[in-house]
Every structure is written in structure tokens, then in C-alpha cells.
T-cell receptor, first 115, second 112 residues
Framework: EADIYQTPRYLVIGTGKKITLECSQTMGHDKMYWYQQDPGMELHLIHYSYGVNSTEKGDLSSESTVSRIRTEHFPLTLESARPSHTSQYLC??????????????FGPGTRLTVL | QKEVEQNSGPLSVPEGAIASLNCTYSDRGSQSFFWYRQYSGKSPELIMSIYSNGDKEDGRFTAQLNKASQYVSLLIRDSQPSDSATYLCAVSPNTGFQKLVFGTGTRLLVSP
């Protein structure tokens, strides 16, 4: 099981602000993911990373960007927040070990509200 | 057709009963299957994974996989009110990268 941390847990911010949602894991997992989930709705993959200096866009188009400079750290940035960005953002990582290569473990999430 | 389909529910069962949750998927090449539990406002928590046809049991939970029918299910025996949550089925499609596709989830309500 992975230890995945997300900060802040809750964020209320005004339109137009730049925000960064932090995600870190202490298990040395190469693969990390960001999902967006609206209340009562399904998870949508918005970004993922194979490892350091690798980032890819997911299935759901997002105005956010990510970076992966260190294995343990996968921050997500919104340059100019809008009310449409209000959602829960979930970070996950994958140990990628033999026989268990697809399992993802989730952090506690960040609930973002843009006013 | 969605890649992973689940009945949204709610599925209501009395305490002590068996809850049966179902999931179908479209990618016949899928190799890995997962059940997550998500309480309201919380993040998904892995319950079980299953990779080969048949049953896999872990405590009160049993996952069943039938690749020929593209069907995976989760049975919860002796259901408890604390089992009330949304159960997400997730499938790893045959893409060569460890990406999961999630269903919309089935909401389970266990009444005391």
C-alpha cells in the first residue's frame, strides 16, 4: 500500500488566481496519476506520468498542467482558476511491481472551489 | 457504449444479507480488474484485485471474473451498515500502460 499525500485538502479561491495542488508519495513509485471527480460522478483521468520528466494528458481535456521533476512529487497547476474548475482532484500512484502492475492507490484528494 | 458499465443503484440490502455488485467491460483484451470502495467525499480505497477467471475471496468479499462474458462482480457477505458506499469497478485496458478505466460506480445502502 502506498503513502500518498495531497495538500491542501480543501481550497476556496477566487477566479483568476494561479493555484498548485501538491501530490507526493514516499514509496518510490514511478507511475502517478491525476483524476478529476465531480460529486456523484465518475473519475476522469486528466494527467499521468511514467516517471521523472514524463507527463501525458489523460482522457479528459483539462486546462491544468503537471510536472514531474522528482519521482516523489507530481504537482498540478491551474494558471487561472475558473468556477468550472470546481471539483475534487485525486492523485494516485502505481507501484508497478511484477504481478501487480496496474494497482493504483489514491491520496485523500483536494476539494477545490473557485468562486 | 461505455468502456466499463455499472448500475448506478442504489442497491439496498438489509444488514446480514449478501450484496452483489456487477460490472461489464468492453475491451476483450483487458487483463486486470479492481474493485474500489468510495465513501461520500472521500477518495477511492482498493478492496480487491483479480486477474484470472474464477473467484477470489478476501474475508467477506469475493470477486468473480468471467473474461469470456466480459463480466466482473463483487459479492459482499454479511453486509454491514458500514459497507454503505459507492463501489467502483476499474479495468486496465490492453493499452500497454498501466491506466485504469473506472465505471460510474454502484451505490450500496445497507440498512440496519
Amino acid at each position: 500500500e502506498a503513502d500518498i499525500y495531497q495538500t491542501p485538502r480543501y481550497l476556496v479561491i477566487g477566479t483568476g488566481k494561479k493555484i498548485t495542488l501538491e501530490c507526493s508519495q514516499t514509496m518510490g513509485h514511478d507511475k502517478m496519476y491525476w483524476y478529476q471527480q465531480d460529486p456523484g460522478m465518475e473519475l476522469h483521468l486528466i494527467h499521468y506520468s511514467y516517471g521523472v520528466n514524463s507527463t501525458e494528458k489523460g482522457d479528459l481535456s483539462s486546462e491544468s498542467t503537471v510536472s514531474r521533476i522528482r519521482t516523489e512529487h507530481f504537482p498540478l497547476t491551474l494558471e487561472s482558476a475558473r468556477p468550472s474548475h470546481t471539483s475534487q482532484y485525486l492523485c494516485a500512484s502505481n507501484p508497478g511491481t511484477s504481478g501487480n502492475t496496474d494497482t493504483q492507490y489514491f491520496g485523500p484528494g483536494t476539494r477545490l472551489t473557485v468562486l | 457504449q461505455k468502456e466499463v458499465e455499472q448500475n448506478s443503484g442504489p442497491l439496498s440490502v438489509p444488514e446480514g444479507a449478501i450484496a452483489s455488485l456487477n460490472c461489464t467491460y468492453s475491451d476483450r483484451g483487458s487483463q486486470s480488474f479492481f474493485w474500489y470502495r468510495q465513501y461520500s467525499g472521500k477518495s477511492p480505497e482498493l478492496i480487491m484485485s483479480i486477474y484470472s477467471n474464477g473467484d477470489k475471496e478476501d474475508g467477506r468479499f469475493t470477486a468473480q471474473l468471467n473474461k469470456a462474458s466480459q463480466y466482473v462482480s463483487l459479492l459482499i457477505r454479511d453486509s454491514q451498515p458500514s459497507d454503505s458506499a459507492t463501489y467502483l469497478c476499474a479495468v486496465s485496458p490492453n493499452t500497454g500502460f498501466q491506466k485504469l478505466v473506472f465505471g460510474t460506480g454502484t451505490r450500496l445502502l445497507v440498512s440496519p
